[in-house]
């Protein structure tokens, strides 16, 4: 395996673990993650696989859910998002794939909840309702969507300068 594909599948995994600590409510890696695979892994295979690989992961020992089906869906969207970025990583393109991802995300994931979780009445305004309700946890994932993008993006810039073989590909 080559050392880039190796480097980049170990950060995804060991950042992932961050779920296991305790941690506020929507405030994860998981989205920086997707959006880090999709922008650096070589294949669209490893792209989709590896962070999709580390949420199950990390979900076997944390537990499943009734939403798992609409996380991953989302998870395999972002990954698509950062490669829609690979060659072309800067700032503007990591803010405007961070504000994206959340947003498809929260759309995602609640609407997930209302259709399937019996907790709003599937109306318009059960819809509505879903929404408004899930609207405090939305600024965790926005805020750690940017956080740990930088830690990612930043980290990764930095290692390919220091070691001229990270850049082969």
Not at 84 to 100: E, F, V, Y
Request: aromatic share 14%; proline share 4%.
């Amino acid at each position: 395996m080559h050392i880039k594909i190796l480097l980049i599948a170990s950060i995804i995994f060991l950042v992932s673990l961050t779920r296991l600590v305790p941690h506020l409510p929507n405030f994860t890696p998981i989205l920086a993650l997707a959006l880090f695979g999709g922008a650096y892994l070589p294949s669209k295979k490893t792209a989709f696989l590896i962070p999709v690989s580390a949420m199950f992961l990390s979900d076997l020992i944390l537990g499943f859910h009734s939403q798992i089906y609409a996380v991953y869906g989302c998870i395999l969207i972002l990954s698509f998002l950062g490669r829609t970025i690979q060659n072309k990583i800067n700032i503007r393109n990591l803010i405007i794939t961070g504000i994206s991802g959340s947003l498809i995300f929260f759309i995602v994931t609640n609407f997930s909840v209302w259709l399937g979780d019996n907790l709003y009445p599937l109306t318009l305004n059960g819809l509505i309702q879903c929404y408004v309700m899930a609207i405090p946890f939305f600024h965790n994932t926005l805020i750690s969507t940017f956080i740990f993008l930088t830690i990612l993006f930043t980290g990764y810039s930095f290692a390919e300068k220091k070691y001229q073989v990270l850049k082969k590909i």
